[in-house]
Antibody
């Protein structure tokens, strides 16, 4: 059974930093690209970032480019999202996802971790 | 970036109704379109990908169609468990983008 377990969310002040982690199990982690998708409370979905299976290629939404960094450790079956210079508008539930058929078609999601940016 | 415009934003229907939700991309996306269902407090659930391919375990009352820039999700006969919010998403190119959602209410 595929499991994606996010951790690292919490309350942080504007301008602060946070690192999210997502531990994966139940599939061959190093064979698949991984993504982060976020959802503002009460609002819609926004794709944040994707990293290729080997980690050599990364992609970002314009809203986080230059502030967020995605990384993975295939020896630990874990993907990370390093978030710096956080803003109020980054407040959201962050989901770890992947697509088993197409990288962008997310058939597996974690339960999400809440990030709140507030003073 | 490819913009996804979903309509309607909300929809009232009854059990047994046939409903359609539309999604328009700002440029052609070659059927690289997914539909998700989301219930309150839960992560989204993939229903269809490649515009019309049903994800495993999804009931056959859900179907997708379209091409180019215009796509449709159809639920042939609404069941009580189908009342939720639905999103389309293009994965033709990054940044992947979602529609704003359609809330399907009783």
């Amino acid at each position: 059974e595929v499991q994606l377990l996010e951790s690292g969310g919490g309350l942080v002040q504007p301008g602060g930093s946070l690192r999210l982690s997502c531990g994966a199990s139940g599939f061959i982690f190093h064979s698949y690209a991984m993504s982060w998708v976020r959802q503002t409370p009460g609002k819609g979905l926004e794709w944040v970032s994707e990293i290729s299976s080997g980690g050599g290629r990364t992609f970002y939404a314009d809203s986080v480019k230059g502030r967020f960094t995605i990384a993975r450790d295939n020896s630990k079956d874990t993907v990370y999202l390093e978030m710096n210079r956080l803003r109020d508008e980054d407040t959201a539930i962050y989901y770890c996802t992947y697509g088993s058929v197409y990288a962008g078609s997310h058939d597996y999601w974690g339960q999400g971790t809440l990030v709140t940016v507030s003073s | 970036d490819i913009q996804m415009t979903q309509s309607p934003s909300s929809l009232s229907a009854s059990v047994g109704d046939r409903v359609t939700i539309s999604c328009r991309a700002s440029q052609g996306i070659s059927n690289s379109l997914a539909w998700y269902q989301q219930k309150p407090g839960k992560a989204p659930n993939l229903l269809l990908y490649t515009a019309f391919k049903l994800e495993g375990g999804v009931p056959s009352r859900f179907s997708g169609s379209g091409s180019g820039t215009d796509y449709t999700l159809t639920i042939s006969s609404l069941q009580p468990e189908d009342f939720a919010t639905y999103y389309c998403q293009q994965y033709y190119s990054t940044p992947y983008t979602f529609g704003q959602g359609t809330k399907l209410e009783i």
